[in-house]
């Protein structure tokens, strides 16, 4: 692509981070989370580089479709389990495991006569709301429809989960009270039970349960907000970057860009990068966030443009038209750029659109 505005996907640094969330999970099972399109990196890609997946799991019908169509044959869970009964058919043919989290899907599922007899096909995972107030079935609504599910023929395994609001903010005592609520309210029922994502899985032992559900920590990315040693275990999958199209030399107090909302303080370098929000980068990311520039940290300067961003470049005096920006990822963790654009790094990589083109590499 001419602007050459390239996110580099690393497929051994996915497989590299799966073997690390594997070594937390000790005898747990792994369902690798690639929903969003592997939050953004290309679902078809990760899956076929993990043939070691335990189960993969998506957001919905069209996106286990996808991988089904590729050629992935491991389990995979639809995470929020059927939107509209006539996707049971598809569901049943593809072999694809679902989320139960509501009555209304218990009274459907219940209601549904498969056209050929399928006996024990569907593998369930009953949901519990146990302090996220999202999705997931009340305890008493769990225990009376575990009962009939498990009383349903076109029914086989029916796994036990719920979903914490609170793992990625270490200490946070809601976990706890979350992790009680589902252990009493799943007492004397049977089933293999999935408490964590990827926070959990790295935080909290008491969260590692038969089936573990990591998602950012795959992507090397660290889930939480506050620095913590995970970070340096974890390998970066995607790399965005881009070229520096413009250099300038400006004057103490001329300003850059639209709104003219930064200003330079004394003589500055300023590079101009063809990459902007258009293709995905935040337009929130503020004047400061880092930028790395042939490997050179450099600033985002002013504010962030449809098709470029500028940069103050006067610490890479080096740096000339043609050369490589990174914009996260090998050197510049997406953490620290979230935190730039008040957000954080899963919305980044899920916004990287299709004008971006995407380079998939096992180097390691
Ligand atoms: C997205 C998701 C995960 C993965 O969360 P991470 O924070 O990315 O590890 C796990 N479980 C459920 C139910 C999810 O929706």
Redesign the pocket.
Known sequence: MSRHAEAVIDLAHFRHNYQVAKTYAGSARVLA?I?ANG?GHGAIQLAKALPAADAF?V?CLDEALELRAAGVTQPILL?AGFFDVAELPAILAHQLDL?IHSCEQVDALLAFRPSAPSANALKLWLKLDSGMRRLGLAPEAFRCAWRRLRACSLVGEVRL?S?LASA?VPGDPFVAEQISSFDAATAGIDGLVSLA???A?VALPQARRAWV?????LYGAS?FAVPHAIAAELRPVMTLRAKLIATREISAGESVGYGQTWRAGQPSRVGTIAIGYGDGYPRHARSGTPVLVNGRRATLVGRVSMDMLTVDLTAVAAARTGDTAILWGAGLPATEVAAWADTIS?ELFTGVNRRVEFLYTAGG
């Open positions: 989370v929903k939050y799991g957001a995470m989320v989960m979903h990625d994502n990827s926070a899985l559900r990591p998602g950012i920590m889930p899963y």
